[in-house]
């Protein structure tokens, strides 16, 4: 132990307590002003071997002594530690000078401590660069000076002027400062966690030190700055790979890797030292978009010696999956892979390549939404063994719609291989809900298919009545499976002769019976004037007419053109004097541009259509 261990310090007789983010050069200086002495030098001679030109921390036990302070209280002052680690090492501190923000000087009364980190540039509450020499005599504001706000040639420097900075600068040093409020226009990376930021200054010096290119690749380290000036260097030369993340790392990635020997078999190799150094910064959760930026830009620059299969793309944080990985995923082949990503189904980038699948990689967050979405859905077999139906059920209960079948349009798949598991859910859901139970004859749901009917009108009648609640569950008998649900033998067979075996038209038919052409039905049927009922022939669906919906028809309609006939005249001269007086017509559709066909007008109507000898008369 020394001797001057045991020598009591004087101790000030104005006693002042630290401020929050206050630096500690910042604060012996404020002691020595409250205490009449001229600067740190004369507040700390008393301490033997004191030498100015010494860090102050070396003697921070004799300090406390004299500022009566805690020993750790002070040590705080120098650093700032975030779980256990401290942002300002001594390889971040500056030892004999410090800038400072004026303007915090005038409003708040002391130095901050993160002014003491090599790094820091400006003040991001003022919007402000950091002033670091005094504009009188030109001398570096130094720690040792004898008054906190002012030089020692006098000058206040609370007065000097300093110039605005950018956001991108100022977000920089709020980083620096731990305050990770985001600052427009800097992309966040998703690191909220004031930890996850706790080495960001190792990190800023590492990209700064490999994005020079005539850097040694190898052993490149990036030099402590010793001044304000090469500080600002730093910044300006790093932001743009922060502010327009991740495009410019991209750049760096493919410079390094069209750099590298191109002998080397992966791209983890012909990264070498640059991608293992920054793979051991971001460990532990920390910056994962970098380490993302990087696999990403590894692929989306392959040259042929990497692809999406290799090493450092396909490790856990990869953005994005081959063909042939999402195939092997979904259970269906790569083709119909492709056939999605055609569609726009799937969001992809593509790398140079000979193969078509091999060149398209498919973003991960795209395939587990397409993923979710087929989990949605189930194959007729799968809905079989859920329901207790047969195929034929199912297929009915398709073809009314009571069933969602999978839009094949949308994603490429076979529309009959999927049926919405939440249609199913829902249907059952609500024949089990209004259960009325009923004595009689029963019959299960799943018989329904059997051929109780040709009509297939009076068919599709007897699945409707399920769908509307007409035709309810009549025994309470809880069953496991939707065709095992009971209904009363006589409410099925009610519905099945309610219904007349009218004929059905084809269309063709009913062009032939209003001598029109047959695309004016069928445009017709489209807007539902005509009502018709889906069936299938020979394996084609096609729309049939009722003789009662052809009868609702003529009742209510008369064909423009077959009323001119009538009346003598033709229909596009009908059709002015209709428009004429104000009247309306219904039913006609564009078949090509500037040709228009189907005009009716309701036989109510008749009766307000005046004729032009009419006309004339009255």
Not at 318 to 337: D, F, G, P
Request: proline share 4%; net charge positive; hydrophobic share 40%.
């Amino acid at each position: 132990m020394s001797n001057f261990a045991h020598i009591e310090l004087p101790r000030v007789p104005n006693v002042l307590v630290p401020k929050s983010g206050e630096g500690l050069e910042s604060y012996l200086l404020r002691v020595a002003d409250h205490n009449g002495l001229l600067g740190i030098r004369e507040l700390l001679r008393p301490i033997p071997g004191f030498a100015i030109n010494k860090s102050v921390f070396t003697y921070i036990e004799q300090v406390a002594e004299i500022t009566v302070q805690n020993v750790r209280d002070l040590a705080n002052l120098r650093r700032i530690e975030q779980d256990n680690s401290t942002i300002i090492q001594d390889r971040h501190y500056r030892i004999s000078t410090t800038p400072v923000c004026p303007m915090c000087l005038k409003e708040h009364g002391y130095a901050k401590q993160i002014w003491q980190h090599t790094l820091c540039t400006a003040c991001p509450e003022h919007g402000v660069r950091l002033v670091e020499s005094c504009d009188v005599c030109g001398s570096d504001i130094a720690k040792d000076r004898y008054h906190l706000k002012a030089c020692n040639c006098g000058r206040d420097l609370t007065l000097i002027k300093t110039t605005k900075i950018s956001n991108a600068e100022k977000w920089m040093n709020r980083r620096l400062a731990t305050d990770i409020t985001p600052c427009p226009p800097m992309n966040d990376f998703g690191n909220t966690d004031p930890i996850q930021w706790s080495n960001f200054i190792s990190l800023v010096e590492f990209l700064y030190a490999h994005s020079e290119h005539n850097q040694n690749l190898s052993n490149g380290k990036a030099l402590k700055p010793k001044s304000l000036a090469q500080s600002v260097a730093i910044v300006q030369d790093i932001l743009p790979l922060f502010e327009n993340f991740p495009n410019r790392v991209n750049e760096l990635v493919k410079f390094r890797l069209d750099l590298a020997p191109p002998d080397s078999f992966s791209a983890e190799q012909r990264l070498g030292y640059w991608i293992k150094k920054l793979t051991n910064l971001c460990g532990s959760g920390r910056y994962p978009g970098f380490i993302r930026a990087v696999r990403d830009a590894v692929t989306l620059h392959s040259d042929g010696k990497y692809h999406i299969n290799e090493k450092v793309a396909t490790t856990e944080n990869s953005r994005y999956l081959s063909v042939a990985q999402l195939a092997n995923h979904l259970r269906i082949h790569e083709q119909t892979v492709m056939g999605m990503v055609e569609r726009g189904v799937l969001r992809y980038a593509e790398i140079p390549h000979e193969l078509k699948t091999r060149s398209i990689l498919i973003e991960k967050s795209s395939a587990a939404e397409l993923d979710q979405f087929l989990r949605s859905f189930m194959t007729k077999a799968d809905a079989m063994r859920v329901t207790g139906l047969s195929r034929k059920s199912i297929e009915y209960f398709i073809e009314y719609g009571i069933f969602e079948a999978l839009d094949a349009e949308m994603v490429g798949l076979n529309s009959s291989r999927a049926i919405s598991a939440t249609s199913i859910d829902t249907f059952t859901q609500k024949l089990t809900t209004q259960t009325q139970t009923k004595d009689g004859p029963k019959m299960k749901l799943k018989d329904f298919c059997a051929r109780m009917t040709t009509n297939t009108a009076i068919h599709r009648a007897l699945y409707m009545a399920l769908l509307d609640g007409s035709l309810t569950v009549a025994s309470s008998t809880k069953q496991k499976k939707l065709g095992d649900l009971e209904f009363l033998e006589s409410d099925v067979r009610k519905i099945l002769q309610s219904g007349e075996e009218e004929p059905l038209l084809k269309i063709v038919d009913v062009a032939n019976i209003l001598k029109i052409k047959d695309e004016v039905i069928r445009g017709w049927v489209k807007q539902g004037i005509i009502r018709s009922l889906e069936s299938e022939i020979r394996g084609q669906k096609v729309n049939l007419i009722p003789v009662s919906a052809l009868a609702e028809f003529q009742q209510t309609y008369i064909v423009l053109s077959t009323l001119a006939d009538k009346l003598g005249t033709s229909s596009r001269m009908l059709l002015r004097t209709i428009e004429s007086q104000g009247l309306k017509t219904v039913g006609s559709f564009e078949v090509s541009e500037g040709v228009s066909r189907g005009y009716l007008i309701e036989v109510t109507q008749l009766g307000k259509l005046l004729l032009p000898n009419q006309a004339k008369a009255a």
